[in-house]
């Protein structure tokens, strides 16, 4: 199993910035794709932005120029920079990994998900 755990969710005014960060855990033998995807009240869960196992980040338009997905493999952890806070970035901030890990002896791939990290922007 992937255990992932975020943290760096917060309170911030417009304009403001914060930085996001999620470090996987568990039986993984391999990480491909990481990423970050958001809830707000009522709406669909929508993708931030993705970073592959190669580096090659790709983002939502919404998020372009303002923020930036990375990602350390040695620690199996990805971040996100956040800078220039709207208001409609308010939302609940979810990791999400594609891995592969041990499930009942058996290395196997699978998405994964974190428990989300509320980031709310005032203005």
């Known amino acids: 199993q992937v255990q992932l755990v975020e943290s760096g969710g917060g309170l911030v005014q417009a304009g403001g910035s914060l930085r996001l960060s999620c470090a996987a855990s568990?039986?993984?033998?391999?990480?491909?794709?990481m990423g970050w995807y958001r809830q707000a009240p009522g709406k669909q869960r929508d993708l931030v932005a993705t970073?592959?196992?190669?580096?090659?980040?790709n983002y939502a338009d919404s998020v372009k120029g303002r923020f930036a997905i990375s990602r350390d493999s040695a620690k199996n952890t990805v971040y996100l920079e956040m800078t220039i806070l709207k208001p409609e970035d308010t939302a609940v901030y979810y990791c999400?990994?594609?891995?592969?890990?041990?499930?009942?002896?058996?290395?196997?791939?699978?998405?994964?998900w974190g428990q989300g990290t509320q980031v709310t922007v005032s203005s």
């Open positions: 970073i592959t196992g190669s580096g090659t980040p």
């Open positions: 568990g039986s993984i033998g391999n990480i491909n794709s």
């Open positions: 999400n990994v594609y891995a592969k890990a041990l499930i009942t002896g058996v290395m196997m791939w699978g998405d994964y």
